[in-house]
């Protein structure tokens, strides 16, 4: 048996990799009895199959790589979806404009006026996102499969968005919103789609998918909306569960069966935070429906709640669990406040965090979320945008969020430690894994283990101690020992 360490340090914000063998002994000519200090790993108890990694190619997205070189932009694709990159295998797109679009716009105009879409065009995907993708198509080390996600049906087919009656919305509310409307439809500000209007909704998303597959996309997945309780200030659309759930199996299922859909592209609900994830798949999926819906999407933003993703993959066996969303609610390296993050920090930390620790507490976040997510049955996890600019954008409303990569005003870009920790799950963890079983001594270090296609374990340690840890992991009658420094993401591949 052979093994090898890959450990990703953060020296003044930077990504520092170091790769090192580790010896492998027998347990039986250990000079005593080990019990402390010990990692179990046991790659005969399988869980869940790991189909892949990736990340959302939005209008932003597009819009950033169209400003690079073709050399840059070549690179930075090969760096995502490359043999030697991150080997992203997922992508998502938004179908319509969403809060990572340059402006808010549709596929048809006005739906009302043309009812049989006679002026749909996908022109506005051909501008920026189609392009990017096609080219990703051709670097990728993985065959892509592509994920559509609707922000808001078209306007026309709306209700205003409705006054709020406790928070101002699920994530609105923040300084120097735009005032709201509640008298007229809208894309952004929630509202909900007519229920006379869930047949056309159901062609509308048909017609999406049918001209995206005509373009030779790999659309494989449709999640029935983003953030399906969320009246945000961007594009939104409010949903019921029973509303969801009589959209579905009345309208959008039959259409599509209709045009030839129903075995080529994988219905997924939810697609919002973990916390519900229970009650809302609980009230859509039932002997009529769980036919009709490839999995559940679920998004990080209001915390861990690994424990509700396990209970849902308990609940409802079989269904593709799928983490389709995260971010840091800040611009690269910026405090989450802005300015006033800065004078809040000076206040109770005795000043405020540098950039780098910021963009170090990201990557942390991200690490701590993918390995819990594995650990409650997670398949297949999709980041958000591949890249942002320096302001978190550019977007169509007010703030922007962050990426693991900073695209630079000069065209060049700038990956950050966010980027790297990604890189320890999708570089080493391989489509078709499946995630063994282990014990730990202690939970100072957050943990999950894999066992690829080739029989190569892959165990994945994240350290977000200050403190140096030491382990001696038994498998198989062996022992690897393994020094996991403070403040670092830790890659172990075990070759039998």
């Not at 373009?215 to 009246?231: D, R, W, Y």
């Not at 989450?336 to 507490?361: C, N, V």
């Not at 350290?463 to 420094?485: E, H, P, W």
Request: hydrophobic content about 35%; proline content about 6%; glycine content about 8%.
């Amino acid at each position: 048996m052979k093994a090898k360490q890959f450990t990703t340090f953060s020296v003044n914000g930077r990504a520092v990799p170091e790769i090192c063998d580790i010896p492998v002994t027998l347990e039986a000519d250990e000079p005593q009895h080990l019990e402390s200090g010990v990692i179990n790993v046991y790659p005969q108890i399988e869980y869940q199959t790991i189909n892949g990694f990736g990340g959302a190619i939005t209008e932003t997205v597009g819009y950033l790589l169209s400003k690079m070189d073709k050399e840059t932009r070549r690179r930075f694709l090969e760096e995502h979806f490359g043999a030697d990159g991150q080997r992203y295998k997922f992508t998502r797109m938004h179908i319509d404009s969403c809060d990572y679009s340059l402006e808010e716009y549709a596929a048809v105009k006005d739906p009302v006026a043309d009812p049989e879409f006679e002026t749909f065009t996908i022109d506005r995907d051909q501008m920026y996102m189609l392009p990017v993708l096609k080219e990703a198509m051709e670097v990728a080390a993985e065959p892509i499969s592509v994920l559509l996600s609707p922000w808001s049906p078209p306007k026309q087919w709306k209700t205003p968005p409705a006054r709020p009656k406790n928070d101002a919305s699920v994530y609105g509310g923040f300084m120097g919103m735009e005032p709201v409307d509640y008298d007229t439809p809208s894309r952004c500000n929630g509202g909900s789609l007519k229920p006379e209007y869930y047949t056309p909704w159901a062609k509308y998303l048909c017609k999406y998918i049918q001209a995206y597959l005509g373009e030779g996309v790999p659309v494989t997945m449709l999640s029935l909306q983003n953030e399906s309780i969320a009246a945000t200030n961007w594009d939104s659309c409010v949903w019921t569960a029973a509303e969801q759930k009589t959209f579905l199996k009345d309208h959008l299922y039959p259409a599509f069966q209709k045009c030839g859909l129903a075995d080529k592209v994988g219905i997924y609900i939810w697609d919002h935070n973990k916390e519900r994830i229970v009650e809302f798949a609980g009230e859509i999926l039932d002997g009529e429906t769980s036919d009709m819906i490839e999995g559940i999407a679920f998004h990080w933003y209001s915390g861990d709640h690994f424990e509700a993703v396990a209970m849902a993959g308990e609940l409802f066996p079989g269904k593709t669990l799928m983490s389709s969303e995260c971010c840091a609610l800040h611009p690269p390296g910026q405090s989450p406040l802005g300015a006033m993050g800065a004078i809040l920090g000076s206040f109770l930390d005795g000043g405020m965090k540098s950039p780098q620790t910021i963009e170090y507490d990201d990557a942390t976040a991200y690490a701590h979320d993918i390995i819990g997510g594995l650990n409650a049955g997670m398949n297949q996890w999709i980041d958000w945008n591949l890249c942002v600019d320096k302001d978190g954008g550019p977007r169509h409303v007010a703030r922007g969020f962050g990426a693991p990569v900073c695209a630079n005003d000069d065209g060049t870009y700038r990956k950050t430690i966010t980027f790297d920790y990604i890189g320890h799950f999708s570089r080493h963890i391989l489509p078709g894994a499946k995630r063994v079983g282990f014990s730990r001594c202690n939970d100072k270090v957050d943990m999950t283990a894999a066992k690829n296609p080739d029989g190569t374990i892959v165990l994945e340690l994240l350290n977000r101690t200050d403190k140096d840890l030491s382990y001696a992991v038994r498998m198989d009658g062996q022992i690897v020992r393994l020094n996991i420094a403070g403040k670092t993401m830790n890659t172990v591949v075990i070759e039998a």
